[in-house]
């Protein structure tokens, strides 16, 4: 029996661009749209737009032509309709992929209150100045947004931004995972005292990136394009290119410019993050023997288009868990959950949350609901729990200080915990069940200072960033997220292109007595191996984890690049657990090497060098130039007048020089001893 599909596929954007525009120029300027590049994304929205409205109606007019559907609903709410043409002039369809136990699942319930942080975070009160919600939907319809979940308090904490019309019980399920109010127990949103700004998904890159600009914080996406085999109710259909390949469909894998899109309205938006879902797909097909079931004999290699982009946060779907995690054995994953890698043998998904039996909101009445499976609800079971994450950041930090969208990533990939068969990251649950309280908390101590440390910096070219771990002896884990500029879609293929779709190529590695580790890696061409540690040169997520961590001593984490940094640098955030203490010793103080001038010999001049001290770190020092007699070295600070003793000196501080050259400078320099 086909199982139902809760992943939704395609693009939006529409009646409400001009008015958010009007609007977007009267809003005070806060940090989020500060950092973001309002007249870039403005202009990428018409032309989205644009577009959108032409593919669409040429499409439709190439279906009245050849008989083909244009939009159907199925009796379980999944939405398919035709959005365009593919590469080749073939149909392109988008559909939609299918909550108690959704949030015990990824332990969203213990930040609400009664929950075991005591924090008592709903989501409440996180709009903008001027009425625009943090969180968005995109969704193959109208939600019902007069349905009792979205209205039990009056008015509706759900605003159809776009005028859409004709109800979904897709998007109104979506919707109420985020965002439902609770009126029955069982179908609570993630956020449920939240506003939600919905929108269908017809033009959605342009509305997307005017949302963006407005200072939307996190959007979810439960939809994608028919890839594959597709189940019509009455039989199996092929939707692959058989002058490609008669057995596979080459949008699997693809990075195509649906996903070079998203990326780019991310990068210019950096507090942005696209919560998308991973789909459906495998195992799709009849088992005829002449083309392959969706992910063919292992279930790798079946997650599509939008779903491939770099900057976004792609969602896979487990099992639910009614008393939270316990162990990597306990995560069970779905029987239809897509898994990577992408073409290029990027890591995707990047996380799963709960998207079987999440029980919601629908549209059939007011007070109707439903249970479905797919990748489209655990999609809405994570992005609803993310904004909570922003909420309690902002209490923490101060009103309108928000995490960027790589830190809210990088984020929840370091604190996901672990599922599958083997330690680390893989193609099928990516880096692990998403858990939000180990998450919170993280934010926590990061305010704190304790055992948690978060970094927002930029790296220049040719100028690595370096941090001074203390390890408290527990696992050390270092996590980097940055939001990559937009890649270049390769022409279609089937043999998976192994074209980079990286293009500022970032590397994080961790030194100890003369050991270097380096990040997880995945091998692609083996997709069902272990992950092992090596040079990550595909992903724009890099994660090194030293366990267990014997010494307590010093560590460095040096961050690189590799090749010139487009644009001159790279922006990036860097989260770090297992430790007492971490120094940025990327910029510290100048430090002065002088001689004292007492030990020289009569008429002698100080020799002088810069050097950058390194906090509580050895270091030697060595005098390079021949004099005759003795001279006593001082470590000095520049600008002042005596010396500095707050850390140690290995090798005497008195040095004996012989030689037959008088009267030179004397030159000292500083070697790390690590």
């Given at each position: 029996m086909k199982k139902n599909h809760a992943f939704l596929k395609t693009f939006a954007f529409g009646a409400c661009l001009a008015f958010c525009t009007q609007k977007a120029e009267a809003q005070t300027m806060d940090k989020v749209r500060q950092a973001t590049n309002v007249e870039v994304l403005q202009t990428l929205a018409q032309t989205y737009k644009t577009e959108a409205i032409n593919q669409k109606e040429i499409a439709w007019k190439t279906a009245d032509k050849n008989g083909w559907a244009k939009r159907i609903t199925s009796p379980n709410g999944e939405v398919i309709e035709l959005m365009g043409l593919d590469e080749f002039g073939s149909p392109l369809y988008y559909t939609t992929d299918s909550n108690l136990r959704a949030a015990q699942t990824i332990s969203t319930n213990k930040l609400w209150t009664g929950g075991?942080?005591?924090?008592?975070?709903?989501?409440?009160g996180m709009v903008t100045a001027d009425g625009y919600a943090r969180l968005g939907e995109w969704d193959g319809g109208a939600?019902?947004?007069?349905?009792?979940?979205?209205?039990?308090?009056?008015?509706?904490?759900?605003?159809?931004?776009?005028?859409?019309?004709?109800?979904?019980?897709?998007?109104?399920?979506?919707?109420?995972?985020?965002?439902?109010?609770?009126?029955?127990?069982?179908?609570?949103?993630?956020?449920?005292?939240?506003?939600?700004?919905?929108?269908?998904?017809?033009?959605?890159?342009?509305?997307m990136a005017i949302a963006a600009s407005n200072g939307m914080l996190i959007s979810n996406h439960s939809y994608g394009t028919v890839t594959g085999w597709s189940w019509t109710g009455n039989s199996w259909?092929?939707?692959?290119?058989?002058?490609?390949?008669?057995?596979?469909?080459?949008?699997f894998g693809q990075y195509d410019t649906r996903a070079r899109d998203w990326d780019n309205i991310a990068f210019n938006a950096p507090y942005y993050l696209i919560c998308k879902s991973a789909g459906n797909d495998r195992g799709d097909g009849p088992n005829e023997g002449v083309r392959l079931n969706d992910g063919g004999e292992e279930g790798y290699d079946c997650i599509?288009?939008?779903?491939?982009?770099?900057?976004?946060?792609?969602?896979g779907a487990v099992n639910?868990?009614?008393?939270?995690?316990?162990?990597?054995?306990?995560?069970?994953?779905s029987d239809f959950s897509g898994w990577g890698p992408t073409d290029d043998g990027r890591i995707k998904p990047d996380v799963c949350g709960n998207g079987v039996g999440v029980t919601s909101?629908?549209?059939?009445?007011?007070?109707?609901?439903?249970?479905?499976?797919?990748?489209?609800?655990?999609?809405?079971?994570?992005?609803?729990?993310?904004?909570?994450?922003?909420?309690?950041?902002?209490?923490?930090?101060?009103?309108?200080?928000?995490?960027r969208s790589a830190t809210l990533k990088g984020l929840t990939i370091h604190t996901a915990d672990e599922a599958g068969t083997s330690a680390g990251p893989d193609y099928?649950?990516?880096?692990?069940?998403?858990?939000?309280?180990?998450?919170?908390?993280?934010?926590?101590?990061?305010?704190?200072?304790?055992?948690?440390?978060?970094?927002?910096?930029?790296?220049?070219?040719?100028?690595?960033?370096?941090f001074e771990?203390?390890?408290?002896?527990?696992?050390?884990?270092?996590?980097?997220?940055?939001?990559?500029?937009?890649?270049?879609?390769?022409?279609?293929?089937?043999?998976?292109?192994?074209?980079r779709m990286l293009v500022q190529d970032l590397d994080a590695r961790i030194t100890y007595a003369g050991n270097t580790h380096q990040p997880w890696i995945l091998d692609p061409a083996n997709p069902s191996f272990a992950a092992t540690r090596g040079d990550n040169n595909r992903d724009n997520v890099e994660q090194i984890l030293i366990s267990p961590t014997v010494n307590t001593g010093v560590y460095t984490l040096t961050i690189n690049h590799k090749g010139a940094l487009q644009g001159g640098s790279q922006r990036y955030s860097l989260w770090i657990t297992g430790a007492t203490n971490v120094a940025d010793v990327s910029a510290a103080p100048l430090m002065r090497f002088t001689t004292t001038a007492a030990a020289l010999n009569e008429g002698a001049t100080t020799g002088i060098t810069s050097c950058r001290k390194y906090q509580d770190v050895n270091v030697t020092l060595q005098i390079t130039k021949p004099y005759v007699g003795t001279a006593q070295v001082t470590l000095q600070p520049t600008g002042t007048a005596s010396a500095i003793s707050d850390y140690s000196i290995i090798s005497p501080t008195t040095f004996s020089f012989t030689g037959t050259t008088m009267n030179q400078n004397v030159t000292v320099r500083v070697f790390d001893d690590r």
């Open positions: 075991s942080l005591g924090l008592s975070l709903t989501g409440q939600a019902r947004t007069e349905h009792q979940e979205f209205s039990a308090n009056g008015g509706s904490t759900v605003v159809q931004r776009d005028g859409a019309s004709g109800f979904s019980n897709h998007a109104t399920h979506v919707a109420g995972t985020m965002v439902g109010f609770g009126v029955r127990a069982d179908a609570k949103g993630m956020s449920f005292k939240a506003q939600l700004d919905a929108h269908d998904w017809d033009n959605d890159a342009g509305e259909v092929w939707n692959g290119n058989s002058a490609l390949s008669t057995s596979e469909d080459f949008k599509s288009t939008y779903s491939t982009a770099k900057n976004i946060l792609t969602v639910g868990l009614q008393n939270g995690y316990a162990n990597a054995n306990g995560v069970i994953m909101a629908t549209a059939a009445s007011n007070t109707s609901y439903d249970t479905y499976n797919g990748t489209s609800m655990a999609t809405p079971n994570v992005s609803g729990s993310l904004l909570l994450l922003q909420q309690h950041y902002q209490n923490l930090f101060g009103a309108g200080n928000f995490m099928r649950f990516g880096w692990g069940l998403v858990n939000v309280a180990t998450a919170a908390t993280a934010i926590t101590n990061a305010k704190n200072g304790t055992g948690s440390f978060m970094f927002d910096k930029i790296l220049t070219n040719n100028t690595p960033n370096t771990i203390t390890s408290n002896g527990q696992p050390l884990r270092a996590t980097i997220c940055w939001t990559d500029r937009a890649g270049t879609p390769v022409s279609p293929a089937v043999n998976d292109s192994p074209t």
